[in-house]
């Protein structure tokens, strides 16, 4: 009997209790962004090609590879029953948050199990809250569990990776990318952001397996291309990652006025064409893209959509 096996395809991760996780009708990071991410893929039929998963719940075992219990214990007893309680300004919890947050970090573990499994071949993760911000006992910046940080914990302990690349373009540096994997030289964490800026770190690291590229306000898509070309190219190529994860933040975009960095959606598609191509160079084409920022709506959307559409090959 011929049995027909239907090639591996790009996941696409995601779960109505991110929807829910609100912290106010003027806070930027809120459900919208979600909506806006799939209105967009809906419109172009791009869904039609994704394979599409619910994230399930991390485990405090999983989560603990790189947050301390008493921290995780702390978030869940900051769990409000009604209203927001506040981790710090601009981070807060309402009483869906916690599963929200879970479902962030729990999506990301399971999406490295399909692309390690060869269930598929590249994955994107559209969960909230984000958490690059995240530090091992610290929320922040919107962020409560460091999704990517979990995420590549799993690959290194349950899957036995030994080089694993994180790549951050987000406008704001992860400060809690760079926290936990500091000085793991089984991780390679690259990143570009704007500077000065807030989380006010990355410029200088003192980490050789942290490459850190500051940008000033302005900069546009000639800077961004330059300095992922002379400064991740010749780290990625040293590394050899068997596996990429991507901090895929949309907020360095030009039309979005939570930062002043001067991206167009063209730079976007470009930066993923250069992930992908060495992905297959080096790691199997082994990719994990997890949604962190981005605001302007329209602009989220499209670009989500087009970093998609390049996944997908």
């Not at 994230?55 to 008493?70: C, G, I, N």
């Amino acid at each position: 009997m011929n049995v027909l096996i239907k090639p591996a395809m790009t996941a696409y991760i995601t779960h109505p209790d991110c929807l829910l996780h609100d912290m106010g009708p003027y806070h930027p990071e809120n459900p919208q962004r979600l909506k806006a991410i799939a209105q967009q893929l809906e419109a172009t039929g791009l869904i039609e090609k994704l394979r599409c998963y619910e994230a399930p719940l991390a485990t405090d075992a999983q989560l603990m590879r790189v947050h301390p219990l008493d921290y995780i214990t702390s978030i869940r007893d900051a769990s409000p029953q009604k209203g927001l309680a506040y981790l710090d300004p601009d981070t807060a919890m309402n009483p869906h948050s916690l599963n929200a947050a879970l479902r962030a970090a729990g999506g990301v573990i399971f999406a490295t199990d399909l692309v390690v499994g060869q269930k598929a071949n590249r994955a994107f993760c559209a969960v909230r809250p984000p958490g690059h911000h995240a530090e091992s006992s610290c929320a922040m910046g919107f962020c409560i569990f460091n999704n990517i940080a979990v995420g590549v914990a799993h690959a290194l302990a349950t899957h036995g990776l030994q080089r694993i690349a994180i790549l951050d373009f987000d406008v704001h540096h992860g400060n809690g990318t760079e926290e936990i994997f500091g000085g793991n030289q089984k991780v390679l964490f690259c990143s570009t952001f704007q500077h000065p800026f807030y989380p006010h770190s990355g410029a200088k690291t003192r980490y050789s397996n942290c490459i850190s590229v500051p940008l000033p306000a302005a900069s546009g898509g000639d800077a961004f291309r330059q300095a992922v070309t002379t400064h991740w190219l010749p780290a990625v190529e040293s590394f050899k990652p068997e596996m990429i994860f991507i901090s895929a933040g949309f907020d360095a975009h030009r039309e979005d006025d939570m930062a002043n960095l001067m991206l167009d959606d063209v730079d976007y598609v470009w930066i993923t064409q250069q992930i992908t191509a060495w992905a297959e160079q080096y790691a199997n084409g082994r990719i994990v893209s997890v949604l962190e920022g981005g605001y302007a709506l329209n602009a989220l959307g499209r670009c989500v959509v087009q970093h998609i559409d390049v996944l997908c090959g």
